[in-house]
């Protein structure tokens, strides 16, 4: 299966500051998705994006398919952004399960 | 659209229960993944469905768990004889399709004393 490697794996910053979170693949994927998982264990929906670039809000992400990363990008950041952030692939044929990466625990300080 | 809904969210048990975790996925869904969770770690795939047939389950971590999707609707994970390293996060997802975005549930936090 694929590896999926996050960084960095700590984050701390001040609220209002920016920030860039990358995620590398050992093999082209079909699916790529990251998350949020916040205190609560919640695992939220951030973006599907197997390719391309997509923007909500404050959050935006850029995956380069042929290079094999992708990039979430969190402007502005506030308190509530804190947490655990996920990115996960499927390359398909096989198990057909998302590989998660450990994760960056991004933690924004007031 | 009501999101995948799973039940119990909390699970305390005695080594060597039994267990069964539900999970119920978004309406018109036809995939249904289970994974597993440890404290620091990303969620580990366990199995998935397709409707009602299990297309792969040799990601299960022993012959202890057990998955089923009698009608293609809501599906249950059971662990038999858990041990203390069962404590888990288990979190189950649902997609429309193969390379559609799976979409998690809160999860079943299950703890073994």
Same mark, same amino acid.
């Given at each position: 299966g694929i590896q999926?490697? @996050?960084?960095?794996?700590? =984050?701390?910053? @001040?609220?209002?500051?920016? #920030?860039?979170?990358?995620?590398?693949?050992?093999?082209s994927v079909n699916n790529l998705q990251w998350f949020h998982q916040n205190p609560w264990g919640q695992l939220i929906n951030l973006f599907y994006i197997p390719s391309g670039t997509k923007q909500n809000g404050r959050l935006s992400a850029t995956t380069v398919a042929t290079e094999r990363? #992708? =990039? =979430?990008?969190?402007?502005?950041? @506030?308190?509530?952004d804190s947490g655990?952030?996920?990115c996960a692939g499927y390359s398909g044929g096989g198990a057909d399960g998302l590989t998660f990466g450990k994760g960056t625990h991004l933690i924004i300080q007031p | 659209d009501t999101g995948v809904?799973?039940?119990?969210?909390?699970?305390?048990?005695?080594?060597?229960?039994?267990v069964t975790f539900r999970c119920d996925p978004i309406s018109e869904h036809?995939? $249904?993944?289970?994974?597993?969770?440890?404290?620091?770690?990303?969620?580990?795939? $366990?199995?998935?469905f397709q409707n009602e047939a299990q297309l792969e389950k040799s990601r299960l971590l022993s012959d202890r768990f057990s998955a089923e999707r009698p009608k293609g609707s809501f599906s249950t994970l059971e662990i038999q004889r858990t041990e203390q390293g069962d404590s888990a996060m288990y979190l189950c997802a649902s997609s429309f399709w193969a390379d559609q975005p799976q979409h998690f549930g809160d999860?079943?936090? $299950?703890s073994i004393l």
């Open positions: 999926v490697e @996050q960084s960095p794996p700590d =984050l701390i910053l @001040q609220e209002g500051a920016n #920030s860039t979170l990358r995620c590398n693949f050992s093999d990363y #992708s =990039l =979430l990008y969190i402007s502005s950041s @506030q308190t509530t655990v952030y996920f | 809904s799973q039940n119990p969210r909390h699970k305390i048990t005695k080594r060597g229960q039994n036809n995939r $249904l993944y289970w994974y597993r969770q440890t404290l620091g770690q990303g969620p580990e795939f $366990l199995t998935y999860g079943t936090r $299950l």
